[in-house]
């Protein structure tokens, strides 16, 4: 039988994303817990580079990047449902909003729940800005997939829980149901849906993990 391993983190929404796709494939794995102030000898041997969770061990290959792990599940693991869609087009289309995910708005997001005064106003708009064409994109549909959660409703899963735990930390108003409707009901039937809500990380404990990191005492 394959030998598959996970390398993450229970807080981690990017390891999650890993467990999340292999749950939906019905892949059993071993999780292998990582503390990040004194990374693993096994991390840091499997992913070099950035020497970052997640990592995804598969018959002792490791594989690094949520979004390139993803990708190899659902190549891998044919049974159980398409993580990307089959269409080429369809495809390119969802690992063009994956990246815009990771690379436009949650810099953004994350930045404006960091800093303060100008810096933030400035942070705050732009991760609205992106949180306008995910909501726009998000119109008429259930998941970003379509009629089932695919790749890019794992990879928004930082939005549906994360998102929301550190915005309030940090005592800022972002995602509200006035400003982004289709967000929000994306965000609900997301977290109940019933590949996700069992897996989730219990809220206390994620708040509790993040609230050093990002609670304001200077508001
Ligand atoms: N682009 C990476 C991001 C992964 C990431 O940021 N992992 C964090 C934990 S959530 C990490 O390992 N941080 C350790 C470090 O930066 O040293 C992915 O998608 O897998």
Request: proline letters at 3%; hydrophobic letters at 35%; charged letters at 35%.
């Given at each position: 039988m394959a030998e598959v391993k996970v390398l993450g983190s229970w807080r981690s929404a990017f390891s999650l994303r890993?467990?999340?796709?292999?749950?939906?494939?019905?892949?059993?794995?071993?999780?292998?817990?990582?503390?990040?102030?004194?990374?693993?000898a096994l991390l840091v041997e499997s992913n070099p580079v950035h020497k970052k969770i997640p990592v995804l061990i598969h018959n002792g290959k490791p594989i690094a990047e949520s979004l390139v792990i993803l990708e190899y599940i659902d190549e891998t693991w044919e049974n159980g449902p398409l993580i990307l869609p089959k269409d080429?087009?369809?495809r390119a289309v969802a690992r063009f909003w994956a990246r815009f995910l990771d690379e436009k708005w949650l810099p953004a997001y994350l930045t404006a729940c960091l800093v303060s005064g100008e810096e933030q106003a400035k942070a705050k708009g732009e991760a609205e800005e992106s949180l306008r064409i995910l909501d726009?994109?998000?119109?008429?549909?259930?998941?970003?997939?379509g009629d089932f959660i695919g790749f890019v409703d794992i990879v928004g899963n930082i939005m549906a829980n994360w998102a929301v735990v550190i915005s309030e930390l940090a005592g800022l108003e972002i995602i509200t149901k006035e400003k982004f409707p289709n967000l929000c009901r994306w965000m609900d039937e997301y977290v109940h849906s019933s590949s996700v809500k069992e897996h989730l990380p219990d809220p206390e404990k994620l708040t509790e993990s993040l609230r050093s990191r990002f609670q304001r005492t200077n508001k």
């Open positions: 890993v467990e999340w796709a292999l749950k939906l494939k019905g892949v059993e794995y071993e999780f292998i817990e990582e503390d990040m102030s004194n990374k693993s080429p087009y369809d726009n994109e998000l119109q008429g549909k259930k998941f970003f997939g």
